[in-house]
């Protein structure tokens, strides 16, 4: 059974993705709508319900769920920990996240090196964003957590 994101990693998406009905360009230049929904299937015209917008959120983010639970070959990592990792996936995307250092990290067992490389990730076409950086904080201090 796959892990599912804590409800505080899942708000922390939300709150910085936002809500679009309608489509619109994200700093990186995608087409984006509903908490951050990006792929082939959104363009300039695309409109969804708000319907729509929940049950496509909620499945990709099965999705991310189940990539990150699979990158993570095994290495353990308490839930909030997990949560910042689907917050980030979803932000960075899966195949940069596959490639990277912090995912080698958490593999290793150096859970705070990883946790040390999340502010690396606050560049989008070689800019760096405010909001990335504020995203990346919170997801540490969501990593930080403890029950």
Same mark, same amino acid.
């Given at each position: 059974? =796959? @892990?599912?994101?804590? &409800?505080a990693g899942e708000? /922390?998406?939300? +709150?910085?993705e936002g809500f679009a009905l309608k489509s619109y360009k994200c700093p990186a230049g995608r087409w984006t709508i509903s908490w951050g929904l990006t792929? &082939? +299937?959104i363009g300039p015209n695309t409109v969804w319900t708000a319907e729509k917008c929940d049950a496509e959120f909620q499945m990709r983010l !099965? /999705?991310?769920e189940r990539e990150v639970e699979a990158m993570l070959m095994g290495a353990r990592v308490? +839930?909030?920990v997990f949560a910042a990792l689907v917050s980030w996936c979803w932000n960075v995307g899966l +195949?940069?996240? !596959?490639?990277? =250092?912090l995912i !080698?990290? /958490?593999r290793a067992g150096d859970e705070m090196g990883a946790w040390s490389e999340l502010p690396r990730w606050c560049h989008s076409n070689g800019q760096l964003l405010p909001? /990335?950086? @504020?995203?990346? !904080?919170? *997801?540490? *201090?969501l990593w930080k957590r403890r029950v």
């Open positions: 059974m =796959t @892990r599912r994101i804590h &409800p708000n /922390l998406i939300k +709150d910085f792929g &082939p +299937d !099965r /999705l991310y308490n +839930d909030f +195949d940069a996240a !596959r490639k990277s =250092t !080698r990290k /958490l909001g /990335l950086v @504020r995203r990346r !904080r919170s *997801e540490q *201090e």
